[in-house]
């Protein structure tokens, strides 16, 4: 079984949609949740990270932990053909010298 | 903040001659860069962890002596490919964590790597 498990896509939804990314894990130690967005041929950006189980909101983007279940989310509200890229989840365990696992990333275009 | 620059962003070499990705914090020193190579529609697979003024740590199944990275200072780390073959060919992407403390990685523009 892989550490960070996320489905690949690709997702396709139209203009406004509201759309929800998941990642679960395995590793009951991952204690820190990020998530990136990767735009072809480009390195990721950071658009999100948190410590703790519940929300966590920032504009259009809502990051949720739910670490009984091993499971996290990012919901794109009222999403735009700029939001069309792929979406990687991340996380690491607390001690710092933990390196960050990486998801597969999901593929997500948003339709006009 | 937190700017990440890599260069170059694209390079075109011939099998078996070597070639340099610098990797540069621009607003904040990074104790720590990571390099990442990705292939097509495919995550990012950690090559190696590296930290300013020691060796770097390879990850498994990755050779040393044909990626050779050197972090000389804190706000840049080299990665060169050595004898390069076409298989070499891939997207190298660095990352730099701000702090021992932090967690969370901010990432260059990458560098398309083509070997003919």
């Known amino acids: 079984q892989k550490e960070v498990e996320q489905d690949p896509g690709p997702l396709s939804v139209p203009e406004g949609a509201i759309v929800s990314l998941n990642c679960t894990y395995s590793n009951s130690a991952f204690q820190y949740f990020m998530w990136y967005r990767q735009y072809s041929r480009k390195g990721p950006e950071l658009l999100m990270y948190?410590?703790?189980?519940g929300n966590k909101e920032d504009g259009r983007f809502t990051a949720q932990v739910d670490k009984s279940s091993k499971y996290i989310s990012l919901f794109i509200r009222d999403s735009q053909p700029s939001d069309s890229a792929t979406y990687l989840c991340a996380m690491s365990r607390i001690t710092s010298y933990d390196k960050v696992i990486f998801g597969p990333g999901t593929s997500l275009s948003v339709i006009p | 903040g937190a700017v990440v620059s890599q260069h170059p962003s694209r390079v075109i070499c011939k099998s078996g001659t070597s070639v340099k990705i610098e990797c540069r914090s621009l607003d904040f020193q990074a104790t720590t860069m990571f390099w990442y190579r990705q292939f097509p529609k495919q995550s990012l697979m950690l090559m190696a962890t590296?930290?300013?003024?020691?060796?770097?740590?390879?990850e498994q199944g990755v050779e040393k002596d044909k990626f050779l990275i050197n972090h000389a200072s804190l706000t840049l780390s080299t990665l060169t490919v050595t004898s390069a073959h076409p298989e070499d060919s891939s997207f190298y992407i660095c990352?730099?964590?701000?702090?021992?403390?932090?967690?969370?990685?901010?990432f260059g523009p990458g560098t398309r790597l083509t070997v003919t």
């Open positions: 590296s930290n300013e003024g020691s060796k770097a740590t390879y």
């Open positions: 948190t410590y703790s189980s």
């Open positions: 990352s730099a964590r701000l702090s021992l403390g932090s967690y969370e990685q901010y």
